[in-house]
């Protein structure tokens, strides 16, 4: 039987700030997943799994939702919106992967080297709020889906998400490619749900691609739909998630393996997203479809002018039938299921790389799942399905600004020579287009914010005084968020990563000459096991399998 092992569990190092490869667990099998050394297309198959892990978090009960709310009032003309951020996460999560493989480090390990204690303890809080805002969305969803399959009432679905949680968890004993198939599975199933929805709706083909290349923001109500898609795809956590994700595998450390790894990378990493990206598409264009047909009664009207993932259930059977109704279901469960896996782990990880201190998978699990269950139960219970909606916005809105205080850091860091060398820092034209990038959903952030503040002070019914002090208490609270936005961007980078042995292609052609096995041997570097070993909780190995 294993040895019981601690709850809680710290790394080695004895600084703060300090790197340390030292397992936080010791384990008997890492199930570690080998690079072949050799010039192949074929070794991209020793690459996939982390870009399906990471596009779960691109197609959750989130993002379903918000599709769902700008289909429904904006038809076709916000699908650009999901166009830019799809292109711009994939330029950001391969620049997360990129700092994982290249310096061996997670995003959060390097924030807690680089900054001093109290801005990385701020930015530790916010990477928490952003996982929690993620998670929110998760439990309502599958709440929603099981009320949808067997009539289960919402707040008891919200209480049961707790537990379906801990059955996915125990899977992982199984190995990491097992794990990666099941949630390339579900993103499948989902895909395939959703391409016969499409079947059912029928949109104007000619409409969806106006939408997707004609930009159009017509009210604040469009701008703050906007800023929801942007949210709910480029989520703050998911660069914590991505750059741990990629340290699993035992990559050659030469000069083309590093290259080589993250050129596969991208490349896996854009085919998930690609089919993250058309679900998206589908959600808005079915939703679109529907709520704009001829034939709607006026209670489906009803529906579409406040649509959340439970009334979307109701309008597609009314719609499109039952079947319908159901498809949306299972994949609805699907997502919200594997999206709790993806956000345990983005969670573990930013725990272990900002506090150098992290939890077993359950009791992080449960952790998040109460502190995301507490909100989520009293909404479900108070404001019934349509609170539990708009709970799933906010949320959204939450995560989008919370985006800088993550892509800021991955920018600077990846941009840095003295963090990513000469061979693997990004270039010129990449730091450019996403700086231009995060700027753009900075500002659109902060107009909407402070917009939508004035509109409350103006039609709030309060005394004069009142409307003054709620002024000074939010304007404060801006300056205060752009204030630690214009740290971040001004703070030059002091620590310099400790690079691991790189091999040029001269030396590789040496060894492979002289047949060294010793040195071959070199070229490898070992994943990293405390990251494979949060991922695959230690089971009973028989003797039959030694």
């Not at 214009?486 to 052609?509: C, G, H, M, W």
Request: include cysteine.
């Amino acid at each position: 039987m294993a040895p019981e092992q601690p709850q809680f569990i710290s790394s080695t190092g004895g600084n703060n700030h300090s790197f340390t490869n030292a397992p936080l667990i010791d384990s008997i099998d890492v199930h570690q997943i080998e690079v072949p050394d050799r010039r192949s297309w074929k070794n991209l198959f020793a690459y996939m799994g982390p870009g399906f892990l990471v596009s779960i978090a691109y197609i959750d009960p989130g993002n379903f939702e918000t599709d769902l709310q700008s289909g429904a009032q904006y038809k076709y003309e916000l699908l650009w919106i999901v166009l830019l951020a799809s292109c711009a996460a994939l330029l950001i999560q391969s620049m997360a992967a990129n700092l994982g493989v290249v310096t061996g480090k997670h995003l959060a390990e390097h924030c807690r080297a680089e900054y001093p204690q109290v801005p990385n303890t701020i930015l530790w809080i916010i990477a928490e709020i952003s996982v929690v805002a993620c998670d929110i969305p998760e439990v309502i969803g599958t709440a929603f889906a099981l009320n949808m399959l067997f009539s289960v009432p919402v707040w008891i679905g919200v209480l049961l998400t707790g537990l379906s949680t801990l059955i996915l968890l125990a899977l992982q004993q199984y190995g990491i490619r097992k794990l990666e198939f099941l949630i390339a599975f579900l993103v499948f199933t989902i895909c395939a749900c959703f391409m016969v929805e499409l079947g059912y709706a029928k949109p104007d083909a000619k409409e969806v691609v106006k939408g997707l290349f004609v930009p159009q923001l017509k009210g604040n109500g469009a701008t703050g739909l906007a800023i929801s898609l942007l949210g709910a795809l480029v989520m703050p956590h998911n660069l914590f998630l991505h750059s741990a994700l990629v340290l699993s595998r035992k990559i050659p450390r030469s000069v083309r393996g590093i290259k080589e790894a993250c050129r596969f990378y991208m490349i896996e990493s854009g085919f998930a997203l690609m089919v993250a990206f058309f679900i998206n598409i589908s959600v808005i264009s079915v939703s679109g479809a529907v709520c704009n047909s001829s034939n709607l009664s006026a209670d489906d009207h009803k529906s579409c002018d406040d649509l959340d993932l439970n009334k979307a259930s109701f309008l597609l059977r009314n719609v499109l039938g039952k079947w319908s109704s159901k498809l949306f279901a299972i994949a609805l469960l699907a997502s919200g299921q594997s999206s709790t896996i993806t956000g345990t782990y983005a969670g573990q990880y930013v725990m272990q790389g900002f506090l150098d201190l992290r939890l077993k998978p359950w009791i992080r699990n449960m952790l998040t799942r109460c502190l995301a269950i507490t909100p989520s139960l009293v909404v479900a219970l108070i404001g019934g399905s349509s609170g539990a909606g708009e709970l799933i916005i906010i949320a959204s809105m939450i995560l989008s600004f919370a985006l800088p205080f993550a892509l800021i850091p991955l920018l600077k860091f990846t941009s840095s020579k003295t963090k990513m060398g000469e061979n693997h820092v990004n270039s010129f034209m990449i730091s450019a287009v996403t700086w231009i990038i995060g700027s753009l959903i900075m500002t659109i952030n902060i107009y909407y914010l402070i917009s939508s503040f004035i509109k409350l002070l103006l039609h709030a019914k309060m005394k004069i005084v009142g409307k003054v002090f709620l002024g000074v208490l939010g304007f404060s609270g801006v300056a205060v968020y752009l204030a630690g936005i214009a740290y971040l961007v001004i703070r030059k980078n002091k620590k310099a990563t400790p690079f691991l042995e790189l091999r040029s292609a001269t030396q590789e052609d040496d060894d492979q000459q002289m047949g060294n096995e010793h040195c071959n041997e070199s070229l490898y570097h070992l994943p990293r096991e405390d990251i494979v070993s949060m991922q695959l909780p230690e089971r009973i190995i028989s003797p039959a399998e030694i």
